[in-house]
């Protein structure tokens, strides 16, 4: 399975990204931002998580202008797999891939910890690898990670079981407790928690590699 991993200035776990990428089985080929096009067979992009350009605008928002996002978005309008991670989740809202947006954490200070999730949703290439209703603990590191739309949107992720993460003692204010969510055609993912940062035992933890694992899996199958 042949990976993608944008990297833009700022992004600081790209380099995490791609290796959480290599240890499930991927190819992955860096991908600069002013790149207009993903290298030929690309299964998945990931979207990594830092402070793209700084947030001197918006999370993201300087980011979704890239050339190389006009890609990205054609990727995932096609059907093909996108992962965005932190900044990368709040880059693919700015683009309009997935919808809602992230405001600043409710108690307006940076988190960076161990926190639990619980797994929402199984039916997911991301998510298969867990139960549903299992909790895992992953980190997250953001300032701006209070997820938030409006309220027929959130009815429609619950109803439409596209709710992959929730957060247990939610940290930051999001509506929901929402962690993470799938697209419409469940083949994108965005989400907060970083679980490259948890996908090997010198981590402290590897409850972020199933993720990894199960998507490769999947698309390798397919």
């Known amino acids: 399975m042949h990976a993608a991993v944008v990297v833009f200035p700022g992004s600081n776990c790209d380099r ?31 979207v990594p998580g830092g402070f793209s350009f700084g947030d001197y605008l918006r999370c993201g928002a300087i980011a979704a202008n890239s050339p190389i996002c006009q890609s990205v978005k054609a990727h995932a309008d096609k059907g093909g797999y996108v992962l965005g991670v932190c900044n990368g989740f709040q880059i693919l809202t700015e683009t309009r891939v997935l919808p809602g947006t992230l405001l600043r954490n409710a108690g307006l200070k940076y988190i960076c910890r161990n926190v639990p999730l619980t797994v ?15 909790t895992i603990t992953v980190p997250i590191a953001h300032h701006d990670g209070n997820y938030h739309a409006d309220p027929e949107t959130l009815k429609a992720l ?17 509506a929901e407790d929402i962690a993470g969510i ?14 490259e940062r948890m996908a090997e035992s010198a981590h402290g933890g590897t409850d972020g590699a199933a993720l990894f694992q199960s998507l490769v899996g999947q698309l390798e199958n397919a």
């Not at 199984?122 to 299992?134: M, R, V």
């Not at 799938?182 to 679980?195: A, D, I, Y």
Request: hydrophobic residues 40%; negative net charge.
């Open 182 to 195: 799938l697209s419409e055609n469940r083949r994108v993912l965005g989400m907060m928690p970083h679980p």
């Open 16 to 46: 995490d990204l791609a290796v959480a990428f290599e240890r499930a089985g991927a190819r992955v080929t860096m991908v600069w931002h002013k790149d207009t096009s993903m290298p030929a067979g690309v299964d998945v992009i990931g």
């Open 158 to 174: 619950a109803a439409e079981d596209r709710i992959a993460f929730r957060y247990e003692g939610n940290p930051n204010g999001s």
């Open 120 to 134: 929402a949703t199984t039916d997911s290439a991301f998510t298969s690898g867990y139960t549903a209703g299992q």
